[in-house]
């Protein structure tokens, strides 16, 4: 069983930059994809970037290309989501997910694994 700890949210005002991580433990993720979701107020949660833990191949979604980049250290066998040009559209709980499989995906029901969630709040 993956457990998953996210960490790093906080208050930040538009234009800046903040770093999530996401601490993975209990076995090997060499054959995962994580990814990063958000939920905003009164809204379902959303994909928001996903890495392959084998090869790092990325893929995001629209409204944050260019400016989030999803990255892993295998080291600390942590995923990070680095996010810059921060809107106040941005705010949201930022979720970590576990996909046990190298076939990329970005529906909820097919991550198996989540975190607790971080706060992430931008003002404008």
Known sequence: QVQLAESGGGL??????????????GRSISNYIMGWFRQAPGKEREFVARIRWSDDYTYYADSVKGR????????????????NSLKAEDTAVYYCGARRSRLGAIRLDEY???????QVTVSS
């Open 12 to 25: 930040v005002q538009a234009g800046h930059s903040l770093r999530l991580s996401c601490a993975v433990s």
């Open 68 to 83: 989030f980049t999803i990255s892993r250290d295998n080291a600390k066998n942590t995923v990070y989501l680095q996010m």
């Open 112 to 118: 198996e694994a989540w975190g607790q969630g971080t």
